[in-house]
């Protein structure tokens, strides 16, 4: 009975990309170390019915927490006054940074209007999200068109008095630069703003590179830096501890308060909380608690020495493939592939290195950055073996890619989608737009998703943003005849 449940959930899982060896180059983090996982799941188990909602029902939910906050600050720049939160996810600390931000900027201010985040252009999407729950209004910094890196005058420029919080990347997700932390730190200070640092990918690979003999020369971004007042970090990700575990750090707990929610006002359980799920497993916590143990700060340098060696290789050697280009210069464990040649289309490119076997992400052309592939290099890419391939393989991906030349985009579609208002769209209307941009409404996704990828990246983002929850919408529904 049981064996049979689990063999169809095998069933089920058999045409995802695969979460080990290396080849997923983003969603999935692999240590490659043994017995890791192994651990994870049994820690996972023991607390998976334990419930994080009442702290005071279950009091070792707090050891473990308090544990890795601990160990978070004193990697990441913390001092005694420093508090932190164990949160689901890198959303979750973005989100929780936001509403904080937003909270502490109420109470001595008196502004008018919606209170203000300021970003660079290639803050995370989390940050956006987090600004249309909250109410909050986005004020978007552009980026060196060569290096992605934000200016830090002109972040400290586009702050007003409407402004809760200044954020800064290290390293941003789709280039793997880092943003220049310490001047903008500074500035938001001197204006008495808040200054968020997302680390989310980068901080518990940097903060553990940093401390190897052979360290290559990295900018502070931590904590420590004046002007900082939290920072956010996802364990499920360097960390390389089961999904749903991210620490969000903050200056004090007198900062911290301002994001926590308590409510008496019913006639139920008096409500605390510092994050956004009410009833949550403590299995992540765990999960995570473990890992850190078990991998310890020497394992995670050795990680993280790995890591580098691989992505310094990794980006010399796919510069010197003809046809393909690294955007900016990876400070961090992430390297963005564009295309040098018009006849290589990098969509192109991720669809032939699909079929090899590899998972390179495509991320749609966006303001200077053109369209590209990202590689989320971790440890289990770094074998020297897969490093090889994963050049070789792509060498012949592009040389494909080039003999099959970029997708079509039927001109038509640009025309009408100029003429479009995205929010009078009636359902016919998103109906045959969706299948001008090639998808049918079925269960499958094309198998080549070049073309698909190429009409998006033509659509005005109001459209494009109106026509994909309509898209993943249809994969979603309650009668599916099983
Ligand atoms: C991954 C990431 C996030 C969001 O984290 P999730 O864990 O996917 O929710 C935020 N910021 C950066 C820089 C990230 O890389």
Redesign the pocket.
């Known amino acids: 009975m049981n064996e049979d449940i689990l063999t169809r959930l095998d069933q089920l899982r058999s045409r995802d990309l695969p979460v080990h060896g290396g080849r997923t180059m983003a969603y999935v983090y692999d240590s490659g170390l043994e017995g890791v996982e192994e651990l994870a799941a049994a820690a996972q188990a023991r607390f998976a019915g334990v419930n994080g909602l009442d702290m005071t029902a279950f009091p070792s939910v707090v050891a473990l927490e308090n544990d890795i906050v601990a160990r978070t600050a004193q990697l990441l720049g913390g001092d005694e006054r420093t508090a932190g939160t164990f949160t689901?996810?890198?959303?979750?600390?973005?989100l929780l940074a936001m509403v904080t931000a937003r909270e502490h900027a109420r109470r001595p201010r008196s502004t008018d209007g919606s209170l203000q985040v300021v970003l660079p252009s290639t803050?995370?999407?989390?940050?956006h999200k987090a600004a249309a729950l909250f109410g909050m209004d986005v004020v978007v910094v552009p980026v060196n068109p060569a290096t992605y890196q934000v200016n830090a005058r002109d972040l400290a420029a586009a702050i007003t008095n409407r402004t809760a919080l200044v954020v800064v990347?290290?390293?941003?997700?789709a280039h793997g630069v880092i943003d220049p932390v310490e001047e903008v730190a500074h500035a938001a200070a001197r204006r008495g703003v808040l200054c968020h640092v997302?680390?989310?990918?980068?901080g518990w690979y940097l903060g553990h590179l940093r401390m190897a003999e052979d360290a290559p020369a990295l900018p502070a971004f931590d904590l420590s830096l004046t002007g900082v007042t939290s920072l956010?970090v996802?364990l499920?990700?360097y960390g390389y501890t089961p999904?749903g575990a991210?620490v969000l750090l903050f200056r004090d707990a007198e900062l911290r308060r301002h994001g926590w929610f308590a409510h008496t006002g019913w006639p139920g359980y008096p409500v605390v909380s510092a994050t956004l799920q009410g009833t949550k497993s403590a299995a992540p916590l765990a999960g995570a608690w473990a890992v850190l143990e078990r991998i310890g700060t020497q394992g995670y340098i050795e990680l993280s020495r790995r890591v580098h060696r691989a992505t310094t290789a990794l980006t010399k050697g796919i510069s010197a493939i003809d046809g393909l280009r690294v955007l900016g210069r990876p400070e961090a464990s992430?390297i963005a592939v564009a295309s040098d040649d018009p006849t290589v289309d990098p969509f192109v490119v991720a669809d032939e290195m699909r079929l090899r076997g590899w998972f390179l992400q495509p991320q749609p052309a966006f303001g200077p950055s053109p369209a590209n592939l990202h590689l989320t290099v971790t440890a289990a890419t770094a074998e020297e073996e897969t490093v090889r391939l994963l050049l070789l393989e792509l060498a012949q991906a592009v040389v494909r890619a080039r003999a099959l030349g970029p997708p079509h985009v039927d001109p038509e579609l640009g025309s009408l989608a100029s003429l479009l208002d995205p929010a009078a769209l009636t359902q016919e209307e998103v109906s045959s737009l969706l299948s001008l941009a090639g998808l049918e409404d079925g269960d499958e996704l094309p198998e080549r998703r070049a073309p698909v990828l190429t009409v998006l990246q033509a659509l005005p983002p109001a459209l494009s943003e109106r026509l994909l929850p309509e898209a993943i919408g249809r994969l979603y529904r309650a009668h599916d005849g099983r």
């Open positions: 689901s996810g890198g959303t979750e600390s973005c803050a995370h999407a989390a940050f990347s290290a390293p941003s997700y997302d680390a989310c990918i980068g956010s996802d499920h990700k999904k991210s992430l």
